[in-house]
Structures are given as C-alpha cells and as structure tokens.
C-alpha cells in the first residue's frame, strides 16, 4: 500500500529501507497502478501501454511471450540485463479458478471465490526469514551485484520482483479451505505500532454499493468480524510490508558495499496495494486508495534528496522512465510519461516532445471478485469511478481531501464535476466498448473451456474455491450459466 511510504501512514510500521530512499531520494504521493490486479497490473508497467491497449483483462490474459519490454530495449542498448523473482506479466499462467471467476462474473450469482481471511504466527522472536522463497530471491540478486556487476564495464539493469506481502493461499482443509494468510513472525509483528492502527468504518451491508457487495461476498468478508481481527490482519500486513523493506535494505547494501550505490538509480514500486479490511474488504482488485495506490519511490545520480512529488503518476510511466534513463529514445505510441522531469524538475515542456504530463491517471480492472468491468480516473483532488457502460451500475465519485477514507460518494451532490470527468474519461478510453468487448471475451473463453470438459465442466466449478457454494445447489448455477450463455 503506497501510503506507508508518507505521513501519516508510515506511523504504523518500521520501514528504515523505505526512509533511507526517502531521506537521499525522490517518494511519489500519488503513484497508482494500471489495474489492481497482479498480472495485468504488471503487463502496463513491462509495456508502458494502459490495459485496454495491452488487452490484459485478467490474471491468466497478460502480454503476448516475445513482447518487447523496456528490459529487451536497454538490453538491446548495451546494457547488461538480469531478472528475479516474479514477472507475472505474460499470458498463461494463474490458476483455473482465477480464470474461471474472471469470465463468469458476468453470471448472475454469488459464489464465494475466497476463503475467510485469517492471521497466522509463525517461528520464534528472531525468525527474519519467513518468506524463504524471497529471501533466496533477493540472495540471488545481492550474489548477482556483488559477484558480477562489479566488475561490468557497461551499464546494468537488475529487476528484483518479489511476492511479499501477498497474503499466503493456505493449505487448510473443511470450512477455512483455501483461506488466504497473512503470516509473519514475532520478530517483524514487533516493528508494527497497533496504537496506529486504523480501525476502518464499514457501511451496513444495505448501504453498500452494489458492486462492492459483490467483491465483499465473493471475498468472504460480509460475515461478522471483531475489531481485534480486523486489527489483527492489519498489524500482520503491516509486518510483511516490513519483512520486504529488510529485502529492499539487503539490495541497498550490497550496492553499498559494491561502491556501486553512488551511481546506481534504485526505483521501488508494487504492481498494486492491499485492502486489509478497508471497505469490508481484503486483497486488492478495487479503485479504493489501499488497493490501487502504490509505494514509487526513486533516489541515485541526479534524483532529486528528500522530495515529495505531488504529481498523480502511474505504472506505465516506468516504461518511458527507463529508457529515458538510458538515453533510447521513446517509441511514440506509449500511454506512460517518463518521471526524470520531475525528478529532475525541469519544465515538462522543455523535456518531453509529446508535449506536458496530463494531469490524470487511468486505472481499470476486467478481472475476478468484481462483477462488472471498471475504470478509475484520479485527477486533482477528486477519483471518479465507473463502471461497465456507465449507465447500468451507479459511478461513484469521491473527494480526497475531504474525505480521504473514500467513505461518502459525491457523484450525486456534484454532477456537474462527474459529468465533466466521465466526459474526460471517454476522451481517453471509449470504455463502454471496452466492457462490452470484455465480456465477448469472457462468454467465448468460458464456452470453449466448457467444450474442452465437456459434462464434466460442473463438477471442475465444484472443485474449484467456490465449491461449497455450487455444492449446495448446483443446479440452480448451472441454470445461471445456461442463462449467460
């Protein structure tokens, strides 16, 4: 959640790494992904192009394998390229109940696509290393610039994708199957400060927007939950934000230690935030702040030390950045701006040919847990959200600074300021195409999936995450689906 990185969110939980950027560093204030999703958030970031443009509806539909990335490009410039970790930006991959939920949001149903989330203490109060998987991740990449870097003769670029701090889908059998966790240990649970904790209010149920019902339900989260759980999940979230900054610090270092720190840029960014109970919900997958505002945060030669750029930005402008950066010169169909004029603060016009930074940033989301597609326009001080063809589902419309918990929609009280940034928006997007678009796709794939199983195609449904819900009246969601189709 990009708001840890600043006042007043960076009360609540020990970030040194994330200072010490700060401190010698440039942190953006409103840096938003593309799509809070992880695959297509992460295809925008790897492509500089918006979502609609790169067609990445959902987490199993992403770039085509051989699209060319800003990477292949510096690669391609002399630069001496290297991956780790997580890239989740091509097509192909996540699981089937992820795919499956995705197409069939259209359905008319409920299904719950989630297991209840919980909190798990794990080891002992000097357990560092709870995500292992990372930390071997990041000995690589720590190995990799001690070992080779510093003794490169040309320029390097090192990607580090980690998966801390997604909750862990959890093994559990019976009526917790398929929960997700948040787990950490003693010794990062320590780093957190529970007086700062934020107890989020939550509408009644009835008060809900109707789609956010539907990402409530499907997210297993409209039961009864104790302020010490919601608290609980916080404070545990909050933790594995920290044990990331500790793997943040371990690439400072060895740069450090290297004496390749003083001439390295270091960015750090997320492909998208979490909810952790705010709005009755958790994981991402919403235009609400926790989901779709991520940590940017850029120091090394020529970076601005200690500012704050107020400035709305997104992932699709890393595209741009980098091969500013490297001095290749920008393909002229990107939907991303480079960032090295504002760190830099030059006059936009002076640096960019494509003429100054618009004053908006596009978010959209085609995925699961959301029953219809959606489209996120952060301008000023004002985020408007809408959905699918912008008629048949209510848009919302929220004030930032009077409201900054996004807890009262305004679209109704201001219709002139909504009316004007849908108009802005269809400027940018002919979004009820797009949806309509998006749900061809979903109809087409589900068809020929179904086809691929023949009769079985229920009892996979079944078996998937939902299956306690289609195991109670299967038949009546087939019905529904029938229906759809």
Request: with cysteine.
């Amino acid at each position: 959640d990009g708001r840890l990185t600043f006042f007043p969110g960076n009360q609540t939980v020990d970030l040194p790494s994330i200072n010490f950027m700060k401190r010698h560093g440039t942190v953006f204030l409103n840096a938003y992904t593309n799509s809070p999703i992880c695959c297509p958030s992460r295809a925008a970031m790897w492509s500089g192009l918006f979502t609609h443009l790169t067609e990445s509806w959902n987490n199993f539909k992403g770039l085509d394998p051989d699209y060319v990335t800003w990477m292949d490009l510096m690669e391609k410039h002399g630069y001496r390229a290297q991956k780790f970790g997580k890239l989740d930006f091509t097509s192909g991959h996540h699981s089937v109940s992820n795919r499956v939920e995705a197409w069939t949001r259209d359905v008319n149903f409920l299904l719950r696509q989630e297991g209840r989330p919980m909190v798990k203490l794990t080891g002992h109060r000097k357990q560092f290393r709870v995500m292992e998987k990372d930390w071997q991740t990041t000995d690589k990449a720590v190995n990799w610039i001690k070992e080779e870097a510093v003794n490169f003769t040309q320029p390097f670029v090192l990607y580090l994708g980690l998966n801390l701090p997604h909750p862990y889908p959890s093994p559990y059998a019976g009526e917790n199957f398929g929960s997700s966790t948040f787990l950490t240990s003693p010794y990062w649970l320590k780093k957190v400060n529970y007086e700062a904790i934020k107890i989020p209010k939550w509408p009644s149920l009835s008060e809900m927007h109707p789609v956010d019902y539907y990402s409530s339900y499907t997210k297993n989260c409209t039961g009864e939950f104790t302020k010490e759980e919601v608290r609980n999940i916080r404070a545990f979230y909050y933790a594995m934000c920290a044990e990331t900054d500790a793997m943040l610090g371990e690439i400072i270092s060895a740069l450090r230690d290297t004496g390749l720190l003083g001439k390295t840029i270091i960015i750090f960014t997320a492909d998208h935030g979490e909810l952790a109970m705010e709005h009755r919900q958790f994981y991402k997958m919403s235009m609400y702040e926790g989901s779709s505002h991520v940590p940017l945060l850029v120091m090394g030669p020529g970076v601005r030390e200690q500012q704050q750029i107020p400035n709305v930005v997104s992932l699709v402008d890393i595209y741009p950045t980098m091969l500013d950066i490297a001095r290749i010169p920008l393909p002229q169909n990107l939907s991303g701006y480079s960032l090295i004029p504002l760190l830099h603060e030059k006059s936009e016009n002076e640096a960019s040919p494509r003429g100054p930074r618009p004053s908006w940033v596009l978010s959209e989301f085609h995925g699961c847990n959301v029953n219809s597609s959606v489209y996120m326009l952060r301008t000023g001080k004002w985020k408007y959200i809408t959905y699918s063809d912008g008629s048949s589902v209510l848009p919302q419309l929220f004030d930032l600074t009077a409201d900054p918990d996004e807890l009262t929609n305004v679209a109704i009280k201001f219709p002139v300021t909504a009316y004007s940034l849908d108009k802005m928006l269809h400027s940018i997007v002919n979004y009820p195409k797009v949806s309509s678009s998006v749900q061809e796709y979903n109809k087409q794939q589900f068809i020929s999936w179904k086809q691929s199983l023949g009769q079985n195609y229920s009892n996979v449904i079944a078996n998937l995450r939902w299956h306690q819900d289609w195991l109670k009246d299967r038949k009546k969601y087939e019905n529904a689906i029938d229906k759809w189709l």
